[in-house]
């Protein structure tokens, strides 16, 4: 799935920097609660290394108790046809 809802693209943030607001951290707990309630926990989760990417992987893991490891990408723009996980 996709990270949650960031701030606003700044020319005076890089985008890869881009942190996530309330509501990007409140949903990325809630999607990750929702998927253990699902019995859908995933084996093994990629982020990129993008803050916001790499903020709503690991919040969906540890409010879920997710059992996986993730795997931090260095590359953050993926297309988004072939995307199953958190990018």
Not at 12 to 30: C, M, P
Not at 45 to 67: F, P, Q, Y
Not at 70 to 78: F, Q
Request: hydrophobic letters at 35%; one cysteine or more; proline letters at 1%.
């Amino acid at each position: 799935f996709r990270h949650g809802m960031s701030i606003n693209y700044s020319k005076h943030l890089v985008d890869h920097d881009r942190i996530l607001v309330k509501k990007g951290i409140e949903d990325a707990k809630k999607m990750g609660k929702f998927l253990k309630k699902q019995n859908e926990l995933p084996e093994y989760v990629i982020s990129s290394s993008a803050v916001r990417a790499k903020t709503t992987a690991e919040l969906a893991s540890k409010s879920g108790n997710w059992n996986c490891k993730i795997k931090i990408e260095k590359k953050y723009m993926v297309d988004h046809q072939i995307i199953y996980w958190i990018y």
